[in-house]
C-alpha cells in the first residue's frame, strides 16, 4: 500500500472537513448545542452525553470520610475543598480565583490537584492552599476519599464538567457555579450554587451550613 502523503491539498481538505462535521454535529451538552442553533441558525445536532465508570470510584458515606480523615492525619474538624483538572484555561480561571479567595476563608484547606497546578508555580500561595500536581490513580482516589467538598467554581470552558460527576461518585459535598455544573446537575438538588461576585462570603457559610453526617444525603441515591 502506498504511503498517505498529508501535503496533498485534496486530502488535508478532506480531512478537515470530516474533523469540522464532527465538531459541528456532536456536542456533549445541550447549552453547547443550543449555542450552535443560536449562532449558526436551526439545524440537526446529536447531543452526545459526557460520563464516567462510576463504578470505578469509590462512594464514601460522611461516617467512612471521618475515619479516613483520622487515620491519614488530618483533622476532621478542618474542612477541605477539592478542586481538580488539566492545564487547561477555564481551569486555571477557577483555580486563581480560589487562591485569590483563600485567605478570606481560613476555616477551609483547599487542595489543588492536576496539571492545573502548572498556573501557580512560582507563587506564594495562602497557607491553606496546597497545590499536588500530577498524583497517581490511587492517590486520587485518596483525596477523593479524604475531602469533605468537590469545588468546581467555573466561569467558561464548553461541554460539560467531569470532575462533578467524579465528585459525586466518590461522595464529596459538591459546590459550584452554576455554568460549572451545566449539562448535568440541579440547583440545590445535587449541588450547593455559589457565585464568581461572592465566592468567599459563599465558601464561609458551608461550614456552618450543613451538619458533617449530611453533606451527601442528596448525591447518596444516584450511585447506590
Known amino acids: ?23 459541528i454535529d456532536g456536542k456533549c451538552s445541550e447549552e453547547d448545542a443550543q449555542i450552535m442553533r443560536d449562532t449558526y441558525g436551526p439545524q440537526e ?12 470510584i469509590r462512594f464514601v458515606t460522611p461516617k467512612e470520610r471521618i475515619q479516613i480523615q483520622q487515620a491519614l492525619g488530618k483533622d476532621p474538624q478542618r474542612w477541605m475543598a477539592l478542586f481538580m483538572g488539566s492545564d487547561h484555561a477555564p481551569n486555571r480561571e ?9 485567605p478570606q476563608c481560613p476555616e477551609i484547606d483547599f487542595v489543588v490537584m492536576g496539571s492545573v497546578c502548572k498556573c501557580l508555580e512560582g507563587q506564594s500561595l495562602p497557607s491553606n492552599v496546597r497545590c499536588t500536581g500530577l498524583v497517581s490513580d490511587a492517590e486520587k482516589a485518596q483525596y477523593l476519599a479524604m475531602a469533605d467538598i468537590g469545588l468546581n ?13 467524579e465528585y459525586a461518585a466518590a461522595g464529596l459535598w459538591m459546590v459550584s457555579t452554576e455554568y460549572g455544573a451545566r449539562g448535568f446537575w ?8 455559589v457565585s464568581w461576585e461572592t465566592l468567599a462570603s459563599d465558601l464561609n457559610v458551608l461550614p456552618c451550613s450543613h451538619p458533617r453526617n449530611e453533606k451527601t444525603s442528596l448525591i447518596k441515591p444516584m450511585f447506590r
Not at 94 to 102: E, F, K
Not at 153 to 164: A, F, H, I
Open 94 to 102: 477557577a483555580v486563581n480565583a480560589i487562591v485569590a479567595v483563600a
Open 1 to 23: 500500500m502506498m504511503p498517505v502523503n498529508w501535503d496533498n491539498e485534496d486530502l488535508l481538505i478532506n480531512r478537515e472537513e470530516r474533523v469540522a462535521i464532527m465538531v
Open 153 to 165: 467554581p467555573m466561569k467558561g470552558g464548553s461541554g460539560t464538567n467531569l470532575k462533578m460527576a
Open 45 to 56: 445536532l446529536r447531543v452526545m452525553p459526557n460520563g464516567i465508570d462510576a463504578r470505578a
Open 186 to 193: 440541579d440547583c440545590g438538588v445535587h449541588y450547593t450554587p
